[in-house]
Each structure stands twice: as C-alpha cells, then as structure tokens.
C-alpha cells in the first residue's frame, strides 16, 4: 500500500455514517490537505457531541476557517455560505450536498437565521463566527450580537473554538496561502439555559442586553483557549 493511501485510512477511519458521500470526500480532502500543507494540530475534540444539535462559535482570521474547524471532527457539519453562490447551478449543488447554509452577505437576514434554526432543530451542528467579519490584523476583534440570537432561538449547547495560525497562512492580504502551522482549539460546551429562561419574559432592552452578554461571553471563553491540550 502506498504511504499516501496509509495516511488517507489513517485520518478518515472514525468518520461517521452520517456524512453523505460528497461530504465524505470533502471532509477527507480538507483534512489532509491542513495535516500536510499546515502542518494542522488539533486539541480536545473530543468535548464537541458526536451527535445532536451544537453551535460550535470560533473566532474568524481566514477563509480557510470553517473546513479547518468542521475537518477537525468526526461528525457533519453545517456551514455558512453567501446566497450569491448558490445562483451557480454546480456551484451551488456542490455546497449543499456540504451541508451549506444560503446567507446574505452579512449573514444576518430572516431567511438565513430561519436555515440556521432549522438545522439546529433537526439536531445538526453549525459553524458561527461571533465577530461576523475576518479579522484584519490577527487579533479578536469585538463579538456581534447575532449569535446571541440564535443560542436563544435553540437548545443547542456552545462550544468555543479558537483556530491559530490561519492570519499567518492565508490573511486578507494574501493571494495565496502558504505551508504556515495552523491549530484548532475545542472548549468546554457553554450552557446558557439560564438566560434562555430570563429571556422568555423579559422586556425588549433587557433581551437586546441577553443578546450581546451570550456573545461577549462567548468571545471571552474563545479569548481563553490556548493552542495546547488541556
């Protein structure tokens, strides 16, 4: 057997039955692309449910963010994607059989956010970005309230994510990645069941207030994992 078709068995072996096969290949192809070309670590993923709704909420550098955080594990994931994209016959085929939600461009719109519910309804997970742009110096930059929305509108546990590296290796201002060491980093599930209940009988101010403190909270514990395991 050749060394390339060890290290494919090697780092497909625990994928899930669920993942259809478009999926499949997909996730394969993106998680030894990062392992050879970036030299990919990843830590505690283990601590993300293998089944069962999850709003996995990361912090956003590079475009080259969500497959990195979706490859890491060994269940489906639902990502986000412009709605523009899916105007492409092929285009638009190809991502939803990677389970791609349509969004507008800045993912906020009532049609988007009923996609996200609904996925999270029919026990599937979903990749979040709580400060709703790339970064455009490598640092976290202030958490958005959308997410907040969202985390109220489901039952769905929350687990930070931290990825590393990915500014250095494919930046905004980079045409073209390059072979820079990136990492990803799984937190402890958040559970927000309390403000969820506060929220069912709260005024308006105070539920715009629920809204941004599930963010920064959210931001915080991102701002708190490091690239190592715990």
């Known amino acids: 057997m050749a060394n ?3 290290f494919v068995i090697r780092h497909s072996s625990f994928v899930i039955s669920a993942m259809t096969f478009s999926y499949r290949l997909a996730w394969i192809g993106f998680r030894s692309f990062y392992a050879l070309y970036f ?27 969500p497959p990195l955080v979706g490859s890491g594990l060994s269940r489906d994931i639902n990502y986000l994607a412009r709605e523009s ?9 190809i991502l939803r059989s990677w389970n791609a939600v349509p969004v507008d461009r800045d993912g906020g719109g009532a ?4 996609k996200i519910i609904e996925r999270l309804h029919a026990g599937g997970g979903i990749v979040l970005f709580p400060e709703g742009t790339r970064t455009k110096d490598g640092n976290l930059q202030p958490a958005r309230s959308g997410v907040g929305l969202i985390v109220l509108k489901s039952d769905a546990p929350v687990v930070p994510v ?25 937190g402890v599930p958040m559970d927000f069941s309390k403000l969820r209940a506060e929220a069912k009988s ?14 920064d ?9 490091e ?4």
């Open 4 to 6: 390339w078709q060890r």
């Open 39 to 65: 030299r990919r670590q990843i830590f505690n993923a283990e601590r993300v449910p293998n089944t069962g709704p999850v709003i996995l909420a990361a912090n956003h550098a590079s475009y080259i963010d």
């Open 85 to 93: 994209l899916f105007r492409f016959p092929i285009v638009g085929a």
């Open 111 to 114: 049609r988007g956010l009923k």
């Open 162 to 186: 931290r990825v590393f590296g990915t500014f250095a290796a494919y930046g905004r201002a980079q045409k073209f990645p390059r072979p820079y060491r990136v990492a990803v980093k799984y």
């Open 202 to 215: 709260c005024d308006k101010a105070r539920l715009r207030g629920i809204y941004q403190q599930i963010t």
């Open 217 to 225: 909270e959210i931001m915080a514990a991102i701002a708190k994992l």
């Open 227 to 230: 690239a190592k395991a715990d």
